[in-house]
Structure formats: structure tokens, C-alpha cells
């Protein structure tokens, strides 16, 4: 299939170097994106397999928290356990950070606890209740860097999708056609050049042929001059 050739612009070897310019920029800025690309892609699959990880370690903990509180609910009572929950003080923060990967802005979520133990007495209290507490603090900070992953994925996967739009046109359409128009305005300067020296050949061919014939005709009327005054010189004679 013969590319969109631009022939808007003059043949010109100005026009001609501007457009190697654009040709040498527009395969740089490929280079550059298709290395992008493929940074990108590393990087995207690497989180992947890490959500992959984290999933699997945050439905993990979840099942185990809700199992030691079903255990805790079974051996204290879910009165007594209510009461208890009252009782836990815990102040958590959850700090939103930025990474750039490519210059895609990513975050980075830290997830952090302050305990203020004890919060109930050990006595008539299972130890079941520490074990609940402790495994849903786990469980949110595996939740925090989950919702870190995810969330950086879908940037990526934007980033990527953009960038492979940004390759593909340069590759399949900016550069085939900058190469094709460049190839049309070489012949074009060619065949104007062969077309030019043709011509001033020819040019040049009539200004010796026309120069030729005045010679001839000086040549010529000197001869008829001399043959006339040699002719009145022998008459006088």
C-alpha cells in the first residue's frame, strides 16, 4: 500500500533538509517511546504479579481474622466481646505518597498504627481477643498496599495504552509517509536538475552554434572585402 505522500510543499532542497529534520526527530522521539513502552510494560507486569500476591494474602488474613473472631465470639460470648471492642484504642493513619515511573505519577499508601495498650484487662479475657485485634491490623495494612497496587496498575496500563498509540503512528504513518514524501521530493529535485542541465545545454549548444555563425558571417563579409578592394587595386593598376 503506497503511503499519503505530501505534495504540498515545493521540491526544494530547503524543504528537503527540513524534512530529514522531522524524519531524524520523528525516529528519535520512537526510540525514546518505544523504550518508554517497554519500561512501562516491565514495571506493569511486576505490580501485576504483586496484586496477584497481595490478593491472595489479603483474602488469607481476612479468613483468619474472621475466624479468630468467630473463636473469640464462641469461647467469651459475643456480649463480652462487644464490650471489649469498646474498649480498643488504636489510632491509625493512612499516608498517601507519590512514585514516578516514567513520568506517570503512581501512589505509594503507608498504613500506620499507634497502640495505646492495655485496652482491657487480661483477666476473664481469651487470648483470642489479641489474636483478632492483631489480625485485623495486618489485614488493613495488606489492604493499604493492595489499593496501592491496584491504583497504580490502572495508571500504567493507561500510560502504556497511550504510548503504544503514540509508536504505532509514528511507526506505521508519521515516518513511512515522512520517508515516502522525502523519496518523492528527492526524484522531484533529480528530475529538475537533469531537466535544468539539459536545458542550459542547450541553451549553451545555440549560444556556440549562433556565436559559430557570426564568425562564419565576419569571416565571410572580411573575405568579400578584401577580394573587392584587391579587385579595384588591380584596376588602377
Not at 34 to 51: F, M, P, Y
Amino acid at each position: 500500500m503506497r503511503e499519503k505522500l505530501d505534495t504540498t510543499l515545493a521540491p526544494t532542497r530547503s524543504n528537503l533538509l527540513k524534512l530529514i529534520d522531522d524524519l531524524k526527530f520523528a525516529q528519535l522521539g520512537y526510540d525514546l517511546l518505544d523504550q518508554k513502552r517497554s519500561i512501562l510494560v516491565v514495571e506493569l507486569l511486576t505490580l501485576v504479579d504483586q496484586a496477584v500476591d497481595y490478593e491472595g494474602r489479603v483474602f488469607k488474613a481476612l479468613v483468619e481474622a474472621q475466624n479468630s473472631l468467630s473463636d473469640a465470639i464462641m469461647t467469651m460470648g459475643r456480649l463480652q466481646v462487644g464490650n471489649l471492642a469498646g474498649a480498643v484504642n488504636i489510632d491509625y493513619s493512612v499516608n498517601l505518597g507519590k512514585r514516578r515511573v516514567m513520568g506517570v505519577s503512581v501512589p505509594k499508601v503507608e498504613t500506620t498504627f499507634t497502640d495505646h495498650s492495655p485496652y482491657f484487662s487480661s483477666e476473664e479475657t481469651s487470648i483470642l481477643s489479641e489474636l483478632c485485634i492483631d489480625r485485623y491490623r495486618t489485614t488493613l495494612q495488606l489492604m493499604g498496599r493492595l489499593a496501592e497496587l491496584k491504583v497504580s496498575i490502572m495508571r500504567l496500563a493507561r500510560e502504556v495504552k497511550k504510548t503504544i498509540r503514540k509508536v504505532n503512528a509514528l511507526e506505521k504513518i508519521i515516518i513511512p509517509e515522512n520517508q515516502e514524501t522525502i523519496a518523492w521530493m528527492r526524484s522531484r529535485i533529480e528530475e529538475q536538475e537533469r531537466e535544468n542541465f539539459i536545458l542550459l545545454k542547450v541553451v549553451k549548444d545555440r549560444m556556440e552554434n549562433a556565436k559559430a555563425s557570426v564568425q562564419a558571417l565576419t569571416t565571410s563579409e572580411d573575405d568579400d572585402t578584401m577580394k573587392s578592394e584587391g579587385g579595384l587595386h588591380g584596376s588602377s593598376v
